[in-house]
C-alpha cells in the first residue's frame, strides 16, 4: 500500500500554527527561542517559498540554538510505519553572501527531519558550492533521549559536490524502520546509505531552514558576521509504503 501527502501551502505562512510555524525550543527559564531571524524577506509565489535572511540570531552557550537562525516547522509529523519505508523528497536552491568560499557550515540552506521523541534527525544542509547528509541523535533542549550502551549523541556529515551549484536539485531521504537504514538521493542518484541505525525513528517534524553549523568558542557564538542566505524550497513530497 502507498500513501502520498504534500506538505506545502506556503502561502499560509504567515497564519503560523495552520500548515507550518516557526520552529525554536523552550528553555530552561520558561521562555521560548524562536529560530526567526527578524529581517528575513519571505515570498511565496508559484507555490514555492523563498526566504532571503541576513544573519543575526545568535546564542552564546547553547550550540543548537545558535545553529538555526531562520527554520519552519511543519505542524502536522509524519508517523513512521512499522514496516516498509517512508520517503521524504523536495527541490532546494541554496545562495548565499559573504559567506566563506568553501566552507559550507558558514551558511547553507537545510532540510531537517526531526523526531523529538528520540531527539535523532536526518538533514540535506545545502550551499553555494557543496552540500552535506546528516545523519544525527542531538540533545534537543527538553527532549529526553534514550539511553544507550554505544555513543548515545552524535552528527555524522558527509560532504559532497556532485550537484547544480545554485540551481535547484532535488533532495530524498528514505527511511526504513524494520531494516534500520536510511538512503539519502541527490538528483535521483543515490549518495548515502546507512545501515543498522541504533536506533528507531518514530515520527518526522519536517523543518525547512537556514542554518549556520560553527562550534562555540570560550568566548560564546562564532557564527554571525554579516552573511546572507537566499533559500528556495518546493512543498515536500511524502510517500509511505507499507
Known amino acids: ?12 505562512i ?13 528553555l530552561q527559564d520558561g521562555t521560548f527561542w524562536s529560530y526567526r531571524e527578524p529581517d528575513a524577506v519571505v515570498i511565496v509565489r508559484n507555490g514555492m517559498l523563498y526566504v532571503r535572511a541576513p544573519l543575526s540570531r545568535k546564542h552564546d552557550k547553547v550550540q543548537i540554538l545558535d545553529n538555526a537562525k531562520h527554520m519552519y516547522y511543519s505542524v502536522e509529523q509524519v508517523e513512521v510505519p512499522e514496516t516498509g519505508e517512508v520517503s521524504f523528497e523536495l527541490q532546494i536552491r541554496a545562495r548565499t553572501q559573504n559567506t566563506a568560499p568553501g566552507d559550507l557550515y558558514d551558511g547553507y540552506v537545510s532540510l531537517n527531519l526531526l523526531d523529538f521523541s528520540t531527539g535523532a534527525a536526518l538533514d540535506f544542509f545545502a550551499g553555494n558550492d557543496k552540500y552535506a547528509s546528516v545523519y ?3 540533545p534537543f533542549p527538553g527532549v529526553q533521549v534514550p539511553p544507550s550502551d554505544k555513543t548515545r549523541y552524535f552528527c555524522i556529515f558527509k560532504e559532497e559536490t556532485n550537484f547544480n551549484a545554485r ?12 531494516e534500520d537504514e536510511v538512503v539519502f538521493f541527490v538528483n535521483g542518484e543515490e549518495v548515502r546509505r546507512e545501515r543498522n541505525v541504533p536506533i528507531k525513528f518514530n515520527r518526522f517534524t519536517i523543518a525547512l531552514g537556514i542554518m549556520t553549523e560553527k562550534d562555540l568558542t570560550p568566548e560564546g557564538s562564532v557564527s554571525v558576521h554579516g552573511q546572507t542566505v537566499i533559500a528556495e524550497y518546493s512543498p515536500v513530497m511524502v510517500t509511505i509504503k507499507e
Open 167 to 178: 540551481e535547484f536539485n532535488t533532495y530524498n531521504i528514505t527511511y526504513n524502520r524494520g
Open 14 to 26: 504567515l497564519s503560523e500554527g495552520e500548515v507550518w510555524k516557526i520552529g525554536g525550543f523552550p
Open 136 to 138: 544525527a541523535v542531538l
Open 1 to 12: 500500500m502507498e500513501m502520498q501527502k504534500t506538505f506545502g501551502d506556503f502561502h499560509t
